[in-house]
């Protein structure tokens, strides 16, 4: 059974949840490997001097297709690479989040030299049931049944469906293909959930009489175009329904118990990080602007978000990473359901199970980290296992943090008395292309102490 970070994505067409896998039975396997381990190799040498690709073999792609791995290249025949450029390519294949281990290196033959991308594919067919957590909390597990198909048809597509029970039911189904039209780098992902999802604003609850549940039923369509490695945008089209259980002005954004809302958002990204799952280095960018309803049923508002992050090494293995953050609403009403809130998808350590919510939200995050374990590549060997679900690349890091927080209403200027901060420390386990779990302790402003469990990165 899997144990995940359940994100749902929204039917307002937000992020896709975080594929996680079973921390019980993979710590297992990591704590007594004398036991299980057929082979754990460290991490491969690329102490290589500059040399000259004349030509890139690729083995080990037993299903993906070739040019899958080239699209992520940062350099082509011909180019001078180093030691440097390779690991850096290495983790952005490791991004597809379909391989269990990459290397590359040079063999030269006579005056030629070949670059050699050897991968080893993950298993890519998980049917499977898993225990999920909702708003990234422990009390608010849900259970079901995930079936994925990654890599389907050896083309880094995605089909999904899944049904959950416990908090927050659910059904969805989704199709990712990432080059609907090859030559012309067009992207295509189809979307559709029904959740009976909690209510989470405490405002709502107040003006509702008691805590409530709300129906939301909807489905996107999304058309982007990857301009080169780093850039990308695309457009996407949906339809939400709201259904909550009674009338109360101001719950939704019209004027009745239900909304059904048509929506229409542009987003782009810039994203030049190395290992998209846990970075070291690069930067990311994504601004989204989203407008729902155009004046249908006198619903017309608008939600905006800015996300900017930079990874960089500070000095040797000590890395740095830092977030700025900010969820903007404005229009004619605004729903409870899309409020900006801190204690859900976005958190500060220090105030991590407390709750905010405002019309806008601003988050700003700091943290440095040092290995502890660079990279240990383990080999399973269990019977009736297949080996692609038993290849791991193992990491453990030391961390340090400082971030802040605060909700806005509109109108209000932004309080600061209000705002949530806190700092600390910690260590995250990496077992890739699976899972990440952190274990942390951190301190608030007013001095109070929490340990944090947590799975996935923090940003």
Request: with cysteine.
């Amino acid at each position: 059974m899997l144990i995940r970070n359940y994100e749902l994505r929204s039917a307002s067409g937000g992020r896709n949840y975080e594929k996680l896998i079973g921390l019980f039975l993979l710590s297992f396997f990591i704590l007594v490997p004398e036991i299980f381990c057929q082979t754990a190799t460290s991490k491969p040498d690329y102490s290589f001097k500059p040399f000259r690709v004349d030509s890139i073999a690729i083995s080990g792609n037993n299903i993906t297709e070739p040019e899958i791995i080239l699209t992520e290249l940062t350099f082509s025949k011909g180019d001078i690479v180093d030691s440097t450029k390779l690991r850096f390519n290495r983790e952005r294949i490791y991004s597809l989040g379909i391989f269990t281990n990459v290397r590359l290196y040079p063999e030269s033959n006579q005056d030629k030299t070949t670059l050699v991308i050897e991968v080893s594919e993950s298993w890519y067919i998980w049917p499977i049931p898993f225990l999920a957590l909702r708003d990234r909390d422990w009390k608010k597990a849900t259970f079901g049944l995930d079936v994925l198909i990654m890599n389907f048809r050896g083309r880094n597509e995605k089909l999904r469906t899944s049904f959950s029970l416990g908090y927050d039911p659910s059904f969805t189904i989704q199709y990712a293909k990432p080059y609907w039209f090859r030559k012309e780098a067009i992207y295509f992902d189809a979307y559709f959930v029904y959740v009976n999802q909690n209510n989470k604003s405490r405002n709502a609850e107040i003006l509702f009489g008691e805590k409530f549940k709300q129906k939301f039923i909807g489905g996107n369509i999304t058309v982007g175009k990857r301009f080169n490695l780093f850039n990308k945008a695309d457009v996407y089209v949906g339809f939400t329904y709201v259904e909550t259980p009674k009338f109360v002005p101001n719950i939704n954004a019209a004027d009745s118990r239900i909304d059904r809302l048509p929506y229409l958002g542009l987003r782009y990204y810039y994203d030049s990080r190395d290992l998209a799952q846990f970075p070291k280095e690069g930067i990311f960018f994504n601004a989204d602007i989203l407008k729902k309803g155009f004046g249908t049923s006198g619903v017309d508002y608008n939600i905006f978000n800015a996300d900017f992050r930079e990874y960089r090494t500070v000095y040797k293995s000590l890395s740095s990473k830092w977030r700025l953050f900010s969820r903007q609403t404005f229009g004619k009403l605004i729903p409870f359901y899309d409020y900006s809130f801190l204690g859900y998808n976005e958190r500060v350590r220090g105030h991590f199970t407390q709750r905010s919510e405002g019309n806008n939200l601003y988050l700003s995050q700091l943290e440095f980290k040092y290995p502890l374990l660079t990279e240990i590549n383990i080999h399973l060997d269990l019977p009736l296992i297949p080996k692609a679900l038993l290849t791991y690349r193992v990491e453990i890091y030391a961390q340090t943090f400082v971030e802040g927080g605060v909700t806005q209403m509109r109108g209000d200027p932004i309080n600061l008395s209000h705002a949530f901060s806190g700092y600390g420390f910690g260590f995250t386990g990496l077992i890739l292309p699976y899972n990440i779990a952190r274990l942390e302790f951190a301190i608030n402003e007013l001095g109070k102490t929490e340990i944090i469990f947590d799975l996935g990165i923090s940003f």
